[in-house]
T-cell receptor, first 115, second 109 residues
Framework: GAGVSQTPSNKVTEKGKYVELRCDPISGHTALYWYRQSLGQGPEFLIY????????DSGLPNDRFFAVRPEGSVSTLKIQRTERGDSAVYLCASSLGTSGGGELFFGEGSRLTVL | GEDVEQSLFLSVREGDSSVINCTYTDSSSTYLYWYKQEPGAGLQLLTYIFSNMDMKQDQRLTVLLNKKDKHLSLRIADTQTGDSAIYFC?????????FGPGTRLSVLP
C-alpha cells in the first residue's frame, strides 16, 4: 500500500480481555516499530523488528504484551488480560532499516480503550 | 536512560516566527529529527539534521544543533495557522528512536 496501515482504528474492550492490533507496513520496509502514545505524551518505544525477528523488545512493559512478524511484513501486537492502564494509541511505523537511523513512516494508530 | 525534553506549549501570532526547543541525552545519536502530528493523524517527518551539522535550512524551517549542550531547536518563519500541531523532537539511539513529549504549537490569528 501507499502508507502504513493499522487496524482497527478504534478498539473498545473490557478489562481482562485479549486484544490484537495489526500493522501493515510500507512494502519493502524491513524495519517495523511499535510505539504507545498516551494522552499528552510522546510516543513510547515498545518493540522493533528487523525482518521477522524482534531486534529489540526492551520497551514491552510486561509479559502481557507480545508482538510477532512471521513473514517479515505484517505485524500483530497482542495484549493479554488487558488493564485500564493499557488504554492509549498504539502507533506502528516502518522504515527502510538502513543503519544510523532514517525516516520513520507512521500509521494513524489504533486507539485502545479498556473499560 | 535516554531522555528527550521539550517545553509542552507555545503560542504565537500568525506571521511571527516560532522557535521550539529540545534537549536530548545521547551524544552518539547520528541524526536528530523533528516530527509533526496534526489532530487525528500519525506523526510525519518534518525535517532532520545529521549530528555533525550545526544548522539546516529548508524553506521556512531552520534547525539549529548545539552538540556540546545537546540542544536542538526548530524555527518556523512566517508561522501560519496550518502550522498548528504538536511537534516532536526525536533522536536515534542505535536503530531505535526516542521521542520527546511534544510541543503543542498554537497559532493565533
Amino acid at each position: 500500500g501507499a502508507g502504513v496501515s493499522q487496524t482497527p482504528s478504534n478498539k473498545v474492550t473490557e478489562k481482562g480481555k485479549y486484544v490484537e492490533l495489526r500493522c501493515d507496513p510500507i512494502s519493502g520496509h524491513t524495519a517495523l516499530y511499535w510505539y504507545r502514545q498516551s494522552l499528552g505524551q510522546g510516543p513510547e518505544f515498545l518493540i522493533y523488528f528487523q525482518g521477522t525477528g524482534a531486534a529489540d523488545d526492551s520497551g514491552l512493559p510486561n509479559d502481557r504484551f507480545f508482538a510477532v512478524r512471521p513473514e517479515g511484513s505484517v505485524s500483530t501486537l497482542k495484549i493479554q488480560r488487558t488493564e485500564r492502564g493499557d488504554s492509549a494509541v498504539y502507533l506502528c511505523a516502518s522504515s527502510l532499516g538502513t543503519s544510523g537511523g532514517g525516516e520513520l513512516f507512521f500509521g494513524e494508530g489504533s486507539r485502545l480503550t479498556v473499560l | 536512560g535516554e531522555d528527550v525534553e521539550q517545553s509542552l506549549f507555545l503560542s504565537v501570532r500568525e506571521g511571527d516566527s516560532s522557535v521550539i526547543n529540545c534537549t536530548y541525552t545521547d551524544s552518539s545519536s547520528t541524526y536528530l529529527y523533528w516530527y509533526k502530528q496534526e489532530p487525528g493523524a500519525g506523526l510525519q517527518l518534518l525535517t532532520y539534521i545529521f549530528s555533525n551539522m550545526d544548522m539546516k535550512q529548508d524553506q521556512r524551517l531552520t534547525v539549529l544543533l548545539n552538540k556540546k549542550d545537546k540542544h536542538l531547536s526548530l524555527r518556523i518563519a512566517d508561522t501560519q495557522t496550518g502550522d498548528s500541531a504538536i511537534y516532536f523532537c526525536a533522536e536515534n539511539y542505535g536503530q531505535n528512536f526516542v521521542f520527546g513529549p511534544g510541543t503543542r504549537l498554537s497559532v493565533l490569528p
